[in-house]
């Protein structure tokens, strides 16, 4: 459901109140400024009524003092307010992509699911970036436009209140009417643009992964030209947010116009009935030309709105979805592990059927295979044991205690979960292993190297554990790397054990060195190990089998 414009705008306002006395010092600046601004305007026509001889309250060296002070002070007072201005937006854009990450750390195994890490990855960089033009460059306009344009209400209302009734209905135009319907005729535009970006990065991450089988089927042509086409529903979208700006201009100007001759024939007919004089004419038709900065800034806010709303929904839809299960943290915490049962377990993703009425109970000291087709459900079991979902029917319990009653962070401490797929990081070789357990030492990394058969490999690489890893791991082997995730698995030194086909890479020399490995920890583990090798399943103490979702 699609939030209120307002709407996102108060919810990110909300985010402003840490920083609201830095806002405050924004806003003032800024109206000091423009005020500084169009008072420049007011005594140069002041100071050419008084070259005509026209009775007003200050001399000529007065005037052409306050010119210069104006002129000194508007420089001034516009880079305290660009500074504290920016100063706010960098500091909130932090405070964002911390809370957008942490919103993500509890999302992710779900949300990464729906295969969204294009989408995802537009919302962290050019969503929140655009954010920034909406706390630089939103906020304190609208309101240095309100006080700005009350206290020029206020000076027009000491000449005449015709004036002042103009001047209303020129600034309540050009800053209010004009914004609102503008940025409600072409808020869809925005919204299908930010998604469009959102939608291309998801096919072009896709491509650069997929790169290689792309040149191996020969569909580097097909999906070139899928990318040419994302690009022009792009570009026409963007073309659309342009038109939108050419449109809100064009009205800017007209409105502009219209209220200028109109003051000015209202001062005309109000002098040749002797309502003001010359030099309240002037000043007026001056000071209402010279005024229109703030009130045109929120004008031209509408053009950047288009997106920054689409952008503020994006995101503050994210921070507002409710995880798929909820971490636990005032249950139980694991002091040791010396059993896991699953007791009549049933699962299905939507309609799709996978567990049904699943029993097993594993002891400590135990290997326990499971054996499948693929599909079978087995992965689905261990992402079960692992608290990322929760089955339908039954209980999965460790040392008789239900999984939903255990503090998700003392479950996931206990438990080192290893898939065929190991990410690796664009960081050393040493750090990718390290990640498991900050605080082990380095004996302890090259010990658990050497478990999963990956030391020697590592030390005949020029520099050895300081090897630079390159994006996506695109410098090592699908073997190479399932073995540092391995070997973070033993670093790790969780009680709990589960890995879901963690040789399908390897060799069988390879792979009875890590199988070895762990029937030496066996003792002190609880493991569990999903293959569809008979040789992997050669280590176990049981091995069973699941066919549709059931054992046999």
Known sequence: MRKNGFVIMWQLLKLVTPLAHIMAFTIIMGVLGFLAAIFIMVLGAMGLVNLLDFPVHLSFSQILTALIVLALARGILRYLEQMSGHYIAFKLLALLRDKVFTALRKLAFVKLQGKQSGQLLSLVTNDIELLEVFYAHTIAPIMIALFTSSILLAVFAHISPWFTLIAFLAYLTIGVILPIVTTQMAREDGRVYRELVGEMNDYFLDSVRGMKELQLFGHEQERLAGIHQRSEQIDNAFLKIKQQEGKVRTYTEIAVSVFNILILVTGVALYLNQQVNFAGLLIAVILLMSSYGPVIALSNLSNN????????????????????????????????????????????????????????RLQKGQILGIHGRSGSGKSTLLKLMMRFYDPQTGTIRINGTDLKQINTLSLREHIAYITQQTYIFNETIYDNILMANRTASKAQVIEAAKKASIHDFIMSLPAGYDTQINELGSNLSDGEKQRIGIARAFLHNAPIILLDEPTSNLDSLNEAIILQSLLNVKAEKLIVLVSHRASTMAICDQVIQIENGRMS
């Open 305 to 360: 709105l288009l997106q920054t709303l689409a952008s503020g929904e994006r995101v503050l839809g994210l921070l507002s979805e409710e995880p798929h299960l909820k971490d636990v943290v005032k249950g139980v915490d694991l002091q040791t592990v010396e059993n896991i049962e699953v007791e009549n377990v049933s699962f299905a993703y939507t309609d799709e059927q996978i567990l049904s009425n699943l029993n097993l």
